[in-house]
């Protein structure tokens, strides 16, 4: 069974930082794209960014771009999204999901995280 567990949200000021991990278990990252979606309040969930099974990294939202950044270790089975310069805007409850491919839309994917939440406030 797919399993994925998201770590590394919380409470953070308007120009720090967060890591943001996402587990696997039930499968190995070789075979499976993961990607990371965010949804703020009263918003749809977006796709931010995903990486292949093959580690090719597809970023899809122009608001994070240069500040997002996705990798993987597949030794330990884990998907990180690096956060800098972060933004009140990127307050959101962040998710990782598991499918065949990338894209950005959230429908397309099986497999879900519980969600971590990240706060940018002062």
């Known amino acids: 069974q797919l399993q994925l567990v998201e770590s590394g949200g919380g409470l953070v000021q308007p120009g720090g930082s967060l890591r943001l991990s996402c587990v696997a278990s039930?499968?190995?990252?070789?075979?499976?794209?993961i990607g990371w979606f965010r949804q703020a309040p009263g918003k749809e969930r977006e796709g931010v960014s995903c990486?292949?099974?093959?580690?090719?990294?597809?970023n899809y939202t122009d608001t994070v771009k240069g500040r997002f950044t996705i990798s993987r270790d597949i030794a330990k089975n884990t998907v990180y999204l690096q956060m800098n310069s972060l933004k009140p805007e990127d307050t959101a409850v962040y998710y990782c999901?598991?499918?065949?491919?990338?894209?950005?839309?959230?429908?397309?994917?099986?497999?879900w995280g519980q969600g971590t939440q990240v706060t940018v406030s002062s």
């Open positions: 039930g499968f190995t990252l070789d075979y499976y794209a």
């Open positions: 990486i292949t099974s093959s580690g090719e990294i597809k």
């Open positions: 999901a598991a499918d065949f491919f990338c894209t950005p839309m959230p429908r397309h994917f099986d497999s």
